[in-house]
């Protein structure tokens, strides 16, 4: 069970892993709308109202191609026989985890507790004992599940590139960051 949660890419094939990325991308993404969550951003998520079934589609694409550009060329600089399907089926099994963090979402209590803030009057925010505990548990899931999506990814890529040395490490998450500014910029003029 470890394996499957933390390094499937060692187990299972990449054809395998190909399929089931798509189906869970796809399930991740109409679970996100009803949900009413956005992935507006490589290592973000967020919940808002007034969604349209493309949105976290769109954000999902964008994320994807964001990672993929910057994981595959680092890929071909650590390893130049780094194949494309490797590199992508990693970020499709690696994103899971925020496909799974939309369901804390999913009686739109998050959206509930944003609506009572007020951006003029931040210094006046209260919130019941339950929202404090929501918030609590959500920023505890969130960081766990951010751990659980980087370490998906750096045993993907692992596996893809045969990765050892430490400064590739680094550039493994400079890599993300870059993505993480891309998808942001991209999202930002759409």
């Known amino acids: 069970m470890k394996k499957l949660l933390l390094n499937p890419f060692e187990k299972y094939g990449e054809l395998q892993l190909l399929a089931v990325g798509i189906i869970l991308t796809?399930?991740?993404?109409?679970?996100?709308?009803?949900?009413?969550?956005?992935?507006d951003g490589?290592?973000?998520?967020?919940?808002?109202?007034?969604?349209?079934?493309?949105?976290?589609?769109?954000d999902n694409?964008?994320?994807i191609v964001s990672l993929f550009i910057f994981l595959f060329i680092l890929g071909l600089i650590i390893n130049t026989k780094t194949r494309i399907?490797?590199?992508v089926t990693t970020i499709l099994i690696a994103r899971v985890p925020f496909?799974?963090?939309?369901?804390?979402?999913?009686?739109?209590?998050?959206?509930?507790?944003?609506?009572?803030?007020?951006?003029?009057?931040l210094y006046n925010i209260t919130?019941?004992?339950l929202e404090m505990i929501t918030l609590l548990v959500f920023g505890l899931v969130t960081i766990l599940f951010l751990?659980?999506?980087?370490?998906?990814?750096?045993?993907?890529?692992?596996?893809?590139t045969n990765i050892k040395q430490t400064s590739h490490k680094?550039?493994?998450?400079?890599?993300?960051?870059?993505?993480?500014?891309?998808?942001?910029?991209?999202?930002?003029?759409?």
Not at 26 to 39: D, E, P
Not at 147 to 160: D, H, Q, R, S
């Open 127 to 129: 919130f019941s004992t």
């Open 170 to 190: 680094v550039m493994f998450g400079i890599a993300i960051l870059l993505a993480e500014a891309l998808s942001k910029i991209i999202l930002f003029i759409l």
């Open 26 to 39: 796809v399930a991740g993404s109409i679970l996100a709308f009803y949900c009413n969550a956005r992935f």
């Open 85 to 87: 399907i490797d590199v």
């Open 61 to 63: 694409a964008i994320n």
């Open 147 to 160: 751990i659980w999506f980087v370490v998906l990814l750096y045993n993907g890529f692992k596996t893809a």
């Open 42 to 58: 490589v290592i973000d998520l967020h919940f808002g109202e007034g969604l349209i079934l493309s949105d976290p589609f769109i």
């Open 99 to 121: 496909y799974l963090l939309s369901l804390v979402n999913c009686t739109n209590i998050m959206v509930r507790i944003q609506n009572n803030i007020d951006p003029a009057n």
